[in-house]
């Protein structure tokens, strides 16, 4: 008896073997490397292994595809909130992003550097929405930090005098400085020790000595 044949078709476009879920890892290595305009729907299909129709059809345009990149670079097991919201303090999670960030920014089988900053930095004025896409997620980590800061704070934990938006806010810039850095060839050992040598402007509790 013959097999019966399947009436389901494939969308046009798109080929046998496309993996939707892996697709945004791979976009998120080409965006990360390149930056977000630099990136091309040719590069793209060409790394995913579709045809610029099967791009649109599966993530709407290249805007939605760098979208789902980012999601994708901003799971997994670590991120910066659990790194904030699980510290004990927040001397510690910013220790905890600090080094995050050395060992991040320098991996083997990624890119270097931040794929927020490298994609911001490359962003035009036509890329906007883009780009403030990227700063608001910047935006909340530091507020997220900010808000240990200030609890801290309360709880005795951080001098009293601790400016909890500067703090915050020094944190990102060293972060963001160590992204420039790691583009430019420096290894995980020069970022960690970068990391160790800004924490020493940490202030400590409100028990300590202005120097301790």
């Not at 806010?169 to 995980?188: C, E, F, N, P, W």
């Not at 940490?202 to 028990?207: I, K």
């Amino acid at each position: 008896m013959k097999k019966a044949v399947s009436s389901v078709r494939r969308k046009p476009g798109r080929p046998l073997g496309f993996d939707r879920e892996a697709a945004p890892h791979q976009a998120m290595l080409l965006f990360w490397r390149h930056g977000y305009e630099a990136t091309s729907v040719n590069d793209l299909t060409a790394a995913m292994g579709i045809t610029p129709p099967s791009l649109y059809t599966a993530f709407g345009d290249k805007k939605q595809l760098f979208l789902e990149a980012l999601r994708c670079y901003l799971s997994g097991p670590v991120t910066s909130e659990s790194i904030i919201d699980e510290a004990p303090t927040a001397r510690d999670a910013a220790a905890g992003l600090l080094q995050a960030s050395a060992t991040g920014f320098t991996g083997k089988s990624t890119p270097t550097g931040c794929l927020l900053a490298s994609s911001a930095i490359s962003c035009s004025p036509v890329a906007a929405d883009v780009q403030k896409a990227l700063a608001e997620i910047r935006i909340n980590i530091e507020k997220r930090l900010r808000k240990k800061i200030t609890s801290d704070r309360t709880m005795s934990k951080l001098r009293h005098t601790a400016d909890a938006d500067a703090l915050a806010g020094h944190v990102m810039a060293v972060i963001q400085g160590m992204s420039t850095l790691a583009r430019d060839g420096a290894t995980k050992e020069k970022l960690s020790a970068i990391a160790s040598t800004a924490m020493l402007a940490w202030p400590g509790n409100s028990a300590m000595s202005d120097f301790s």
